[in-house]
């Protein structure tokens, strides 16, 4: 099974400001990365799939890079609907397996 | 749109099976994609239980395989999960889904307790 690693384990940001929260695998996921959003008593929420592409209707504030076990999600500025959990998943392999999260918050 | 939609008991008894059924609208299971369970135990993270693809490969997350099933029913565009012999650790929202996911059902709490 291929343990994903998130890190920080928790992030204060002030509005406005840059987040960079990162993940890692265990060995190479290739660019099968996917990054959702989740927030209280909510499902999450796809942001970023296959590394570094945008879903459909998430904003360009949001953005992804890495391949292989290394990766990373950014938020440009940040606003106050960001705070929230954040979850990376690999899919490359059988079972996909998620990181522990990254929760986001206000400074 | 794509929508999934569970449903099933809210509180199972120790050592019962849990019983959940996803219902689909607005996509047709047999046309593609990849459909499964995930759960998330409350404050906790989350985990894939199994899934399939409609060509009929299932797979099944090693950690639960010996108690899980899951299965489709395309002339309903529904799908299930049983989990069986189920304990304290089982108690978590479960949640059904499409694709890598792309598309979450809203969750539903299951409890086991006596």
């Known amino acids: 099974e291929i343990v994903m690693t998130q890190s920080p384990a928790t992030l204060s940001v002030s509005p406005g400001e840059r987040a960079t929260l990162s993940c890692r695998a265990s060995?190479?996921?290739?660019?099968?990365l996917a990054w959702y959003q989740q927030k209280p008593g909510q499902a999450p929420r796809l942001l970023i799939y296959?590394?570094?592409t945008r879903a459909t209707g998430i904003p360009a504030r949001f953005s992804g890079s890495g391949s292989g076990t290394d990766f990373t999600l950014t938020i440009s500025s940040l606003q106050s609907e960001d705070f929230a959990v954040y979850y990376c998943?690999?899919?490359?392999?059988?079972?996909?397996?998620f990181g522990q999260g990254t929760k986001l918050e206000i400074k | 749109q794509v929508q999934l939609q569970e449903s099933g008991p809210g509180l199972v008894k120790p050592s019962e099976t849990l019983s959940l059924i996803c219902t689909v609208s607005?996509?047709?299971?047999?046309?593609?994609?990849?459909w499964g369970w995930i759960r998330q135990p409350p404050g906790k993270g989350l985990e894939w239980i199994g899934g399939?693809?409609?060509?009929?490969?299932?797979y099944y997350n090693p950690s639960l395989k010996s108690r899980v099933t899951i299965s489709v029913d395309t002339s309903k565009n529904q799908f299930s999960l049983k989990l069986n012999s189920v304990t304290a650790a089982d108690t978590a929202v479960y949640y059904c889904?499409?694709?890598?996911?792309?598309?979450w059902g809203q969750g539903t709490l299951v409890t086991v307790s006596s």
């Open positions: 889904a499409r694709g890598i996911p792309d598309y």
């Open positions: 607005g996509y047709s299971i047999s046309s593609g994609y990849f």
């Open positions: 399939f693809f409609p060509s009929g490969n299932t």
């Open positions: 060995q190479s996921v290739s660019s099968n």
């Open positions: 296959g590394a570094s």
């Open positions: 998943q690999q899919y490359n392999n059988w079972p996909r397996t």
